[in-house]
Protein backbone atom coordinates (compact mmCIF):
# COMPACT_ATOMS: atom_id res chain seq x y z
CA UNK A 1 0.00 0.00 0.00
CA UNK A 2 1.10 3.52 -0.87
CA UNK A 3 1.70 5.86 1.83
CA UNK A 4 1.87 9.70 1.07
CA UNK A 5 2.93 12.54 3.75
CA UNK A 6 3.04 15.96 2.55
CA UNK A 7 4.54 18.19 5.37
CA UNK A 8 5.82 22.38 4.66
CA UNK A 9 2.38 24.30 4.87
CA UNK A 10 2.38 26.79 6.88
CA UNK A 11 0.91 30.73 7.40
CA UNK A 12 3.01 32.96 5.44
CA UNK A 13 2.64 36.99 3.60
CA UNK A 14 2.13 37.42 0.60
CA UNK A 15 5.32 37.63 -1.15
CA UNK A 16 6.77 35.11 1.20
CA UNK A 17 8.10 31.37 -0.16
CA UNK A 18 7.05 27.87 0.95
CA UNK A 19 8.72 24.39 -0.16
CA UNK A 20 6.19 21.73 0.27
CA UNK A 21 7.43 17.83 0.66
CA UNK A 22 5.59 14.73 0.09
CA UNK A 23 7.14 11.33 1.07
CA UNK A 24 5.99 8.75 -0.38
CA UNK A 25 6.54 5.02 0.99
CA UNK A 26 5.44 1.03 0.39
CA UNK A 27 5.63 1.31 -3.68
CA UNK A 28 8.09 1.87 -6.34
CA UNK A 29 8.43 5.52 -6.65
CA UNK A 30 10.93 6.10 -9.03
CA UNK A 31 8.56 4.70 -11.74
CA UNK A 32 5.51 7.15 -11.40
CA UNK A 33 4.54 10.09 -12.25
CA UNK A 34 3.58 12.57 -9.40
CA UNK A 35 1.20 15.64 -9.25
CA UNK A 36 0.80 18.25 -6.67
CA UNK A 37 -3.62 19.53 -6.51
CA UNK A 38 -5.20 22.10 -3.88
CA UNK A 39 -8.15 22.70 -2.46
CA UNK A 40 -9.15 25.85 -2.02
CA UNK A 41 -11.33 27.63 0.85
CA UNK A 42 -14.18 27.69 -1.41
CA UNK A 43 -13.57 23.93 -2.12
CA UNK A 44 -12.72 23.90 -5.92
CA UNK A 45 -9.99 21.31 -6.57
CA UNK A 46 -7.74 22.72 -8.29
CA UNK A 47 -4.25 21.06 -10.41
CA UNK A 48 -0.94 22.56 -9.51
CA UNK A 49 1.99 20.62 -11.04
CA UNK A 50 3.08 17.31 -12.53
CA UNK A 51 6.45 15.72 -12.67
CA UNK A 52 7.59 12.37 -14.37
CA UNK A 53 8.90 9.41 -13.04
CA UNK A 54 11.87 10.95 -13.75
CA UNK A 55 11.62 14.45 -13.46
CA UNK A 56 12.53 15.64 -17.37
CA UNK A 57 8.96 16.63 -17.80
CA UNK A 58 6.71 19.10 -15.97
CA UNK A 59 3.53 20.74 -16.70
CA UNK A 60 1.79 23.58 -14.58
CA UNK A 61 -1.42 25.45 -13.95
CA UNK A 62 -1.11 29.09 -16.01
CA UNK A 63 -2.35 30.63 -12.39
CA UNK A 64 1.34 29.47 -10.55
CA UNK A 65 3.35 28.91 -13.95
CA UNK A 66 6.88 31.08 -13.06
CA UNK A 67 6.41 31.17 -9.50
CA UNK A 68 5.88 27.56 -8.39
CA UNK A 69 8.89 24.78 -9.39
CA UNK A 70 7.83 20.79 -8.90
CA UNK A 71 10.86 18.20 -8.26
CA UNK A 72 11.48 14.93 -7.45
CA UNK A 73 14.40 13.34 -5.60
CA UNK A 74 14.02 9.24 -6.41
CA UNK A 75 16.50 8.50 -3.94
CA UNK A 76 14.61 9.98 -0.95
CA UNK A 77 10.77 8.99 -2.64
CA UNK A 78 10.00 12.44 -2.53
CA UNK A 79 8.43 15.35 -4.62
CA UNK A 80 8.98 18.71 -3.84
CA UNK A 81 6.86 22.12 -4.69
CA UNK A 82 8.64 25.02 -4.22
CA UNK A 83 6.38 28.09 -3.72
CA UNK A 84 7.80 31.66 -4.41
CA UNK A 85 5.78 35.18 -4.66
CA UNK A 86 3.21 33.62 -2.87
CA UNK A 87 -0.12 35.42 -3.08
CA UNK A 88 -3.37 34.98 -1.15
CA UNK A 89 -5.22 33.32 -3.81
CA UNK A 90 -2.85 30.65 -3.06
CA UNK A 91 -4.40 29.04 0.02
CA UNK A 92 -5.55 25.85 0.52
CA UNK A 93 -4.86 22.56 1.64
CA UNK A 94 -1.98 20.60 -0.79
CA UNK A 95 -2.61 17.34 -1.84
CA UNK A 96 0.16 15.28 -3.74
CA UNK A 97 -0.80 12.28 -5.20
CA UNK A 98 0.80 9.65 -7.39
CA UNK A 99 -0.50 7.90 -10.18
CA UNK A 100 0.62 4.11 -11.59
CA UNK A 101 1.64 5.70 -14.92
CA UNK A 102 5.27 7.15 -15.98
CA UNK A 103 4.43 10.19 -16.84
CA UNK A 104 2.58 12.95 -15.03
CA UNK A 105 -1.14 13.92 -15.60
CA UNK A 106 -3.20 17.14 -14.75
CA UNK A 107 -6.59 15.56 -14.38
CA UNK A 108 -7.14 14.28 -10.75
CA UNK A 109 -8.89 11.26 -11.81
CA UNK A 110 -5.95 9.89 -13.36
CA UNK A 111 -3.83 9.50 -10.01
CA UNK A 112 -4.52 6.33 -7.52
CA UNK A 113 -3.19 7.64 -4.28
CA UNK A 114 -3.19 10.35 -2.27
CA UNK A 115 -1.99 12.38 0.86
CA UNK A 116 -3.75 13.87 3.52
CA UNK A 117 -2.55 17.24 2.88
CA UNK A 118 -0.97 19.87 3.86
CA UNK A 119 -2.60 23.39 4.77
CA UNK A 120 -1.13 26.72 2.72
CA UNK A 121 -2.14 30.18 4.06
CA UNK A 122 -1.27 33.06 2.77
CA UNK A 123 -2.27 36.32 4.08
CA UNK A 124 -1.98 39.95 2.29
Known amino acids: QVLLVESGGGLVQAGASLRLSCAASGGIFSSYGMGWFRQTPGNEQEFIAT????????TYADSVKGRFTISRDNAKNTVYLQMNSLKPEDTGRYYC?????????????????WGQGTQVTVSS
Open 51 to 58: ISWSGAST
Open 97 to 113: AERSLAVGSTRRVEYNY
